[in-house]
């Protein structure tokens, strides 16, 4: 029972950091907390986790308040990377971090 995420445009230190609330919670509980989270990564986390919980019942037959997050990973990805226009015809360099997210659950 898992959902991937991958290629999202948010650096993966930035998820982790939401990530970490929700590790071995029971899921219910963790899209709760994900859907009053005031970050960026929050929203992303409550899709994959809601992605992960409707693969569960629709795929093996589980029921939601019976599962937890097994783990949460938050793994970095390709950086985008381009150029910002500097003074005299210069280019500066800016990396666009993106990350790839896994959410695995098991039934309790």
Known sequence: ????????????????????????????????ILKFTPKKAAQILYKTLHSAVSNAENNDNQKAETLTIKSVIVNKGPVYKRFLPSARGRALPLNKPTSNITIELESK
């Not at 959902?3 to 899921?27: F, T």
């Open 1 to 32: 029972m898992k959902a991937h995420l991958r290629r999202i445009r948010i650096s993966p230190k930035k998820a982790n950091v939401v990530a970490g609330l929700i590790r071995n919670k029971s899921a219910v509980e963790a899209l709760d």
